[in-house]
């Protein structure tokens, strides 16, 4: 008697509705913004990273309701604050305190603006609305969406939506909706998996995941990104092996996912030769992507970023603070790049670990490993509670590793894959919350058999058999 009426006291699974149109809303103006570039200007001749007077407002606006959904579920968001992984906020802390020695105070100070902006919305949508599956709830249609707006854009305005330039890497090469090809890749790459995740979790009818898997393998083919292409194929892998793996095989999970993530980091500082030596676990890579070994040339720009990351090894240049928009004016520590490039630009280090190092240092880089060290472990709990929720977020923190070996997205508030691995970073902090407060998984209690066979489980024991 007393274990079902433990089993009744639980907490409802009813997801919560207050609030729930109101996050969705700003979640889906600050991704959209993220993304289309205001005007449809693909041009990028000023620096728009900051939007025109329309989105500016609009930015305003979703400080503002994030705010007052905060203060108005403040308890919770202390809560929940306080369960956020201890090293994205020290990141945050970080980077604001970076001010101080930053080398263009007034670029940081207007990337911090935004960042402060974003984690707003983050909690917001973490503490309003909230159900188990809100994440890809909440991602999931609008990236679809997208992906489906970026081949209809494509089509019907292909001087706009295709690249033009001569160069035999971008001639030719869709960036849709998107501002590069690279870009459209990475959303393309996010549209694939979490149709992957939906057809496997059974989260949405068949057709629709169909529908969504194939625009995304469709922008994915046109943008000719061969990272996001190369991180598709592992990451889908991995989510097979995460969802449909035997019960007796589920301990040796953890294990692989380990192996995977050392794999990736290990390749990454092969990549940036910062172990002599290991060169020669390089020697596949054309056979596998096509590249040569230069990757396209990014070697030469990270040779170039590591000659000045020395300049200030410990905590780096200030956060966003070394590179600009458009072209750099020669009293800029950046316009040195130009040279030995030979006329080139490239406007980021194209590589996240690296980018970390050069904006925040050493500290910066061990925090950054820190808060994927820690992602990992929330995401390894999480499994063991709610299998198809953990396997999303393990699957999405392979995919953010292998993008980042040549893009540079590790906690970039200018790009949407920030917003998307932030989100997921308080999401997977709420559920872990919602399951220490003696919740249960939603996916476990729409099961009625379950919760039966445990409410009818003390009938069944034998008298005097430990409970």
């Known amino acids: 008697m007393s274990a079902a009426a433990g089993v009744a006291a639980r907490p409802p699974a009813f997801p919560e509705q207050r609030f729930s149109t109101l996050t969705a809303i700003i979640a889906w103006a600050m991704i959209v913004m993220m993304i289309v ?33 905060i203060f108005l579920r403040g308890p919770l968001a202390l809560r929940l604050v ?16 970076s001010v101080i020695w930053s080398i263009d105070p007034e670029m940081t100070v207007r990337r911090l603006v935004r960042l402060l902006i974003m984690c707003s919305a983050f909690l917001a949508v973490a503490v309003g609305g909230w159900n188990p599956r809100r994440f890809q709830q909440l991602i999931r249609p609008l990236v679809t969406l997208l992906l489906a707006g970026s081949i209809v854009f494509g089509l019907a305005r292909p ?21 590069t090809k690279n870009a459209l890749g990475a959303l393309a790459s996010f549209g694939v ?42 990451t889908a892998a991995a989510l097979l092996l995460l969802m449909r793996t035997p019960g007796s095989m589920r ?77 750099p004016t020669p009293d800029m520590e950046s316009y040195s790049v130009i040279a030995p490039l030979h006329g080139f630009y490239p406007g980021s280090c194209h590589n996240g670990y690296l980018q970390v190092l050069n904006d925040l ?68 902090a709420r559920a872990l919350l919602e ?14 058999r379950v919760a039966n066979r445990i409410v009818r489980a003390p009938a069944r024991r034998p008298f005097g058999a430990r409970s």
């Open 37 to 69: 570039p205001g005007d449809l200007d693909y041009s990028f001749s000023a620096d728009t990273s900051d939007g025109n007077p329309v989105t500016r407002t609009l930015w305003l606006l979703i400080l503002a309701v994030s705010l007052v959904i």
């Open 82 to 97: 306080r369960r956020i992984n201890i090293y994205y906020l020290l990141f945050l802390a970080l980077a604001f305190t």
């Open 159 to 179: 001087d706009l939506a295709i690249h033009h330039e001569t160069n035999a890497e971008l001639l030719n090469a869709w960036h849709g909706l998107a501002p």
């Open 193 to 234: 998996i979490l149709s992957l995740h939906a057809w496997l979790s059974r989260e949405t009818g068949r057709l629709g995941a169909l529908f969504g898997a194939a625009v995304g393998g469709a922008c994915l083919i046109l943008s000719r990104s061969q990272t996001s292409i190369m991180a598709t194929v592992l």
């Open 251 to 327: 301990r040796s999970v953890p294990y692989l996912a380990t192996g995977l993530i050392i794999l990736i980091l290990v390749y990454s500082m092969a990549m940036l030769r910062v172990i002599p030596g290991l060169e020669v676990l390089l020697s596949p890579i054309p056979m596998i992507t096509g590249k040569d070994l230069t990757f396209s040339g990014r070697a030469e720009i990270w040779a170039v970023v590591v000659d000045h990351i020395k300049l200030r090894p410990v905590l780096g240049s200030g956060y966003a603070a070394y590179w600009t928009m458009g072209i």
């Open 361 to 428: 240092g050493a500290v910066g880089l061990v925090i950054l490993l820190g808060y994927l060290m820690v992602y990992f472990r929330q995401s390894i709990r999480l499994y063991a509670i709610d299998r198809t929720q953990g396997a999303l977020f393990l699957a999405l923190l392979l995919q953010q590793a292998t993008i980042n070996l040549s893009e540079p997205l590790w906690l970039n508030a200018l790009l949407f894959e920030f917003v998307f691995m932030s989100l997921a970073t308080t999401c997977m």
């Open 435 to 448: 399951t220490d407060a003696g919740g249960r998984p939603r996916s476990a209690q729409t099961r009625p």
